[in-house]
């Protein structure tokens, strides 16, 4: 009973931890919201700050979040996406996120073409210069895909999907699971593109910013949860030797396992997200 019962106080503090932690968190946003409703002139972290109000219950009655959806509609273009002149995958998708946290019904339109937009720079087989670009997205245009990219236009779809049933290709989900399984270095699955056998991910297939192929911790993180949205099962073994590897190299969150401090907290994110999705 007592060690149910110290858990039970444990669970209580970290919770409570996270609601302050949440709270001052969005006050620092507050503090540093710019005169024209964005965070550093920047659509992409505007989408972000925008998602994190909306996501903790916090209204376009209030009057940061109205500047910052303000901000976000103002850098949409033509074509359906959202961009700052560069990146426009990244911030396209982010864009899709931020609006659909608010849940509110008038951005569909918006949402919409901004899904087509990311749907029409996914690589097929038509359009792709190397086999293994086949089902990834990337910066847009005719470059590579890659995985980062891909999770974050991933995140998009299905975001539009599950607060405004917006249709997406129905190939998309398999062609999810094609390209991410192309990055995770485990050969029995992978045995074309992997350079180890750790079930860890790089950045595409034969490439890593970690060096050599080798596996690195945004990346893996990203291949869990593009696994779990692209509906492989959390027993597959591309899955848990993926989970294994994570709790392999999560002594500590001093660093971005394989890249040390670099995009450090592009991992905190990551990691979050696929220790959130995958449950």
């Known amino acids: 009973i007592g060690t149910a019962q110290e858990t039970g106080n444990s669970i209580g ?3 409570e931890k996270a609601r302050e932690s ?6 620092w946003l507050r503090a540093h919201q710019m005169e024209d409703g964005s965070w550093m002139g920047d659509v992409g972290i505007t989408a972000f700050a925008l998602s994190a109000f909306a996501n903790n219950g916090i209204g376009e009655d209030d009057e940061a979040v109205k500047k910052a959806v303000d901000f976000v509609l103002s850098k949409r273009t033509s074509d359906g996406s959202f961009t700052m002149g560069a990146n426009t995958v ?3 998708s982010v864009c899709v996120v931020g609006l659909s946290s608010t849940r509110n019904p008038d951005y569909k339109d918006e949402v919409q073409s901004a899904i087509k937009y990311l749907e029409s720079v996914r690589k097929t087989e038509q359009n ?4 293994w670009w086949v089902g990834g997205i990337g910066y847009g ?3 590579r895909p890659d995985l980062s990219n891909n999770q974050f236009a991933i995140m998009a779809f299905h975001s539009a999907s599950t607060v405004y049933n917006i249709d997406v290709d129905e190939n998309i989900w398999d062609d999810v699971v094609t390209f991410t399984t192309r990055c995770q270095n485990k050969l029995d699955t992978n045995p074309d593109y992997a350079a180890f056998d750790d079930g860890g991910f790089m950045y595409y297939p034969g490439y890593s910013h970690a060096g050599e192929g080798a596996s690195y911790g945004s990346m893996t993180a990203a291949g869990v949860w593009c696994y779990v949205l692209g509906g492989v099962s959390r027993e ?3 899955v848990t030797a993926a989970m294994n590897w994570l709790d392999e190299h999560r002594d500590t969150f001093a660093e971005n396992p394989g890249l040390g401090d670099i995009a450090l907290h592009y991992y905190y994110w990551t990691y979050a997200r696929a220790m959130t ?3």
């Open 128 to 131: 792709s210069d190397e086999e």
């Open 141 to 143: 245009g005719d470059g």
């Open 13 to 15: 503090t970290i919770a």
């Open 22 to 27: 949440i709270s001052k968190g969005l006050g």
């Open 236 to 238: 597959d073994s591309r």
């Open 277 to 279: 999705l995958y449950g």
């Open 90 to 92: 990244y911030y396209t």
